[in-house]
């Protein structure tokens, strides 16, 4: 295809798969769901972007939340569920918060039982770990490599299960049958440039998050938005897209790998933070609504920590958006660390040889990108974008979304965590929903008839669009215009926004998407970067836009997104949803209501609460 012009391809040359069921994107959600659907003996693909087993689920090092009582006995799910609430700034849905609770353990079981090797208690159960907002420690963990075991674990039980798997393959857009039906999806392979299409009764979309339209972020080349820009597209509808967690510790120095994770792996096992003074300084932000279970001095941090005598847990713990929040503060008060950020330290709290057992990956971490050892002195950290809160919605139960025959799960899908996720919480979220997600779409290719279609103009159309680029010259550089992006994401859709910073930003989005149309590239289809991030730019934009009318429209300050125009939550705003779609070409932002929650889970975290 690499020197045959669009308008004389016929689309019978077009390399072409079906199946009953095609996830796209190989993270733990993906490969959770694909895993469902075989065992249910369909015909199922796994389809990626990138390689097997190079999944932004790797990051999550810290560990999977799941109320199994092994350190607490007094953990369930009542209170998991309380916790997950509590933090998503009660935007959650309630319905998703509660199968989350209630089915992690045994997601976690299931998961040991397939051969994950967890950290364990002396007594032999798997050992748990403080974590933000968590009132107990309840994360399964695997050293601070809880991310690579699971994808390990599901990897290789995809495989033995005879998955088939596509890599390396780029999906450009989904395709839909007369019926209005998802029946299908158009890509190329990023070796060749070569164009292919899937047929399937049903796709799940796990494609993972956004934060690549941002300057400093946590998150690698393949998170460009893809799998919302894609259910946008086909007519699925997103919600809450202003809530986006900028992750309080990425690392700050060098500026060669600023943003890399530091996992909060690193203060569930007794790092503090502290400023350039030396002072712990997050004593001085604690919110009224954490005061009663949250430590008011060091000394009284320290004992509650060390001792383990009652379920509190020191300032450093709060959830990540106040703990992203205070740091920022400090750093604009001028008690930054020399390069920008703040201290976090472990070393004066924790042995050498304690810090290289429980934190292997974040002593190697700095070690080789920053030449600090931690355990002889503090890391450099700052907030840094790491996880899309917002997305596609789906049903709680199916994790269908607004369109049929469309599933998604994972960090692309919404709902679990509100307005602002809790640590470890999303590992459990990939095997509980992913499961979910493949049962879904299970159900919907058994009681799909006949054999899903595609119209080939709609192929050759998708086709057209991602060759375009290579017919101007000249034109405008896609390095230049991903550039430009992230800088405008990074200074007016931040971690701290106002409404005329949001306005401007709208603009220059609103540019470089003109600025889009007019890319160019140079060379051949196989393994062109260039390329690959021309095609890679629609979707980027497109959730940027999403974002930024997400954040105009929603008036105040809850979890993620914060306001200075606008610094207090707003009662009102906090009973509805954003939901942003495509009307006749027209996207529109609008206000739904929550789901009503029923009165005995109400009940439940006012007991709680009290």
């Not at 972007?49 to 990051?59: D, E, I, P, R, Y």
């Not at 994401?489 to 949001?502: N, P, Y």
């Not at 989005?509 to 629609?538: F, H, M």
Request: proline letters at 5%; hydrophobic letters at 40%.
């Amino acid at each position: 295809m690499a020197d045959t012009p669009t308008s004389t391809l016929d689309p019978a040359d077009i390399e072409s798969h079906s199946f009953d069921v095609v996830v796209i994107g190989a993270g733990g959600a993906g490969l959770r769901a694909a895993i469902e659907a075989k065992s249910r003996g369909l015909a199922t693909a796994l389809v990626c972007k990138s390689l097997l087993g190079k999944a932004h689920t790797v990051m999550a090092e810290g560990g999977a939340a799941a109320a199994m009582g092994n350190i607490w006995p007094e953990d369930n799910w009542k209170v998991h569920f309380r916790d997950t609430m509590r933090g998503g700034k009660m935007l959650n849905n309630w319905r998703m918060a509660e199968l989350h609770a209630k089915e992690s353990p045994d997601r976690i079981y299931e998961l040991e039982a397939w051969g994950a090797l967890f950290d364990r208690t002396k007594d032999g159960r798997i050992l748990q770990r403080d974590f933000g907002g968590h009132r107990y420690a309840r994360l399964a963990h695997v050293g601070d490599r809880t991310g690579l075991e699971l994808i390990r674990t599901l990897q290789q039980r995809a495989v033995s299960m005879g998955i088939e798997v596509f890599m390396e393959c780029k999906i450009l857009r989904l395709l839909k049958d007369s019926e209005g039906r998802v029946s299908g999806a158009v890509g190329y392979w990023r070796p060749t440039g070569e164009p292919v299409t899937f047929k399937a009764k049903a796709i799940v979309v796990a494609t993972g998050g956004v934060g690549r339209s941002w300057k400093y972020t946590t998150n690698s080349w393949e998170s460009t938005g893809d799998g919302q820009a894609l259910a946008l597209w086909a007519g699925a509808d997103l919600i809450d897209m202003e809530c986006l967690q900028f992750h309080p510790t990425g690392m700050v120095w060098p500026l060669s790998v600023r943003g890399i994770l530091v996992t909060e792996g690193v203060r569930g096992d007794g790092g503090v933070l502290r400023n350039s003074e030396g002072r712990r300084f997050m004593f001085d932000y604690i919110p009224p609504m954490f005061a009663a279970e949250t430590a008011d001095s060091e000394a009284e941090a320290d004992r509650w920590y060390e001792d383990h005598l009652n379920n509190r847990r020191p300032p450093e713990l709060l959830p990540r958006d106040e703990v992203a929040r205070s740091i920022n503060s400090e750093v604009k008060a001028g008690r930054g660390s020399p390069h920008g950020g703040v201290l976090l330290d472990i070393a004066s709290r924790r042995s050498a040889e304690y810090i290289r057992r429980r934190l292997p990956s974040m002593y190697h971490q700095f070690k080789e990108l920053a030449g600090v050892d931690i355990t002889v002195e503090p890391m450099e950290v700052g907030p840094t974008c790491h996880y899309m809160m917002g997305g596609i919605r789906v049903d709680a139960e199916t994790e269908a979304t607004t369109v049929p025959g469309l599933f998604s799960a994972g960090e692309v899908a919404a709902g679990l965590h509100g307005a602002n996720r809790l640590g470890g919480n999303s590992l459990s979220d990939l095997l509980v929903f992913g499961r979910r997600a493949g049962i879904g779409a299970s159900d919907f290719a058994e009681g799909f008839t006949g054999e899903p279609s595609v119209d080939p103009r709609d192929v050759l159309e998708a086709i057209s669009e991602a060759d375009a680029p290579f017919l101007r010259d000249p034109g405008e550089s896609p390095y230049d215009i991903q550039h430009d992006l992230q800088e405008s994401m990074q200074a007016l859709v931040g971690i701290i926004r106002t409404g005329s910073e949001l306005e401007q930003a709208l603009e220059e989005i609103g540019k470089l998407r003109e600025r889009a149309t007019k890319v160019s590239v140079q060379g051949g289809r196989g393994y062109n970067p260039g390329w690959n991030l021309a095609t890679d730019l629609p979707a980027m934009l497109t959730v940027s836009m999403a974002v930024t009318r997400g954040a105009i429209e929603r008036r105040e300050s809850r979890g993620g997104h914060t306001r200075d125009d606008f610094p207090n939550p707003d009662p009102e705003m906090g009973k509805v949803n954003f939901v942003q779609r495509l009307v006749d070409g027209e996207h529109l932002v609008v206000p739904e209501p929550l789901p009503e929650m029923p009165d005995e889970l109400k009940a439940l975290l006012e007991e709680e609460a009290h």
